[in-house]
């Protein structure tokens, strides 16, 4: 499956932006959804994941009550609303796709290119 992640950009903080990740290739619907992020000079991390369905998602303690992870089968795309942005969320955005319900980024098959996200102050 390919992954092409969008929606980045320059904003302020406390304002929100929506990435966008779409698929195409083999079957979307089948796969866990993930967004991790690396910012610079760290190491990248988990940001929110959601199973095939929809039904289940899971988030990183530091966007639980900012960052909604959403999927629509019907469009093969995967979304993260982001509200509240903080400085600290300053990162490269990557969408992946996998096939356990993971936080485990290692256990991800196929990564998008990464969408870049920059909060000023």
């Known amino acids: 499956v390919q992954l092409q992640a969008s929606g980045g950009g320059l904003v302020q903080a406390g304002e929100s932006l929506r990435l966008s990740c779409a698929a195409s290739g083999r079957t979307f619907s089948g796969y866990v959804m993930g967004w991790f992020r690396q910012a610079p000079g760290k190491e990248r991390e988990f940001v929110a994941i959601i199973s095939w369905n929809g039904h289940r998602s899971r988030y990183a303690d530091f966007v639980k009550g900012r960052f909604t992870i959403s999927r629509d089968n019907a469009k093969n795309t995967v979304y993260l609303q982001m509200n509240s942005l903080k400085p600290e969320d300053t990162a490269v955005y990557y969408c992946?796709?996998?096939?356990?319900?993971?936080?485990?980024?290692?256990?991800?098959?196929?990564w998008g290119q990464g969408t870049e996200v920059t909060v000023s102050s």
């Open positions: 992946a796709a996998g096939a356990t319900f993971t936080t485990t980024q290692y256990n991800y098959d196929y």
